[in-house]
């Protein structure tokens, strides 16, 4: 018998739209060796499953999910613009361990772990 481990992540997204400013926040469950792009394709099957309360599609209709919006997929990277906070607890429990998810987009994530992100709205 396989005994699979699985951890959880926080997420919470802000968008520059009205009503999500203070961002929305989902808690997903990937398996233990899960990354970004794993946990992050979750909160888009979370949206797709419950479309009468997603925002999308956004930008004129030009996206459709959280991946495309973070992700640049020619680069395999996020893209400049998006803020980003992402850290795991610590043997403390203080949310210090560092997620560096801008450099290593395969990064597995740390158990537990915070991640927040928000599009740069620009000036």
């Known amino acids: 018998m396989e005994v699979k481990i699985i951890k959880k992540i ?49 930008n004129e209709g030009y996206i459709h999910n959280y991946m495309q919006l973070f992700i640049n997929f020619e680069e395999n990277s996020i893209y400049d613009d998006v803020g980003i906070s992402a850290y795991g607890p610590d043997e403390e429990g203080n ?12 990064f597995n994530l740390y158990p537990d772990s915070i991640i927040q992100l928000q599009p740069d709205v620009g000036c």
């Open 95 to 106: 949310f210090r361990k560092f997620n560096p998810i801008r450099n290593h987009i395969e």
């Open 10 to 58: 926080h997420f919470e997204i802000s968008l520059p739209i009205k009503g999500l400013q203070q961002g929305k926040k989902y808690d997903i469950n990937i398996r233990d060796e899960g990354t970004f792009l794993e946990a992050l394709a979750l909160v888009d099957k979370i949206e797709m499953e419950a479309p009468e309360g997603s925002l999308f599609p956004i």
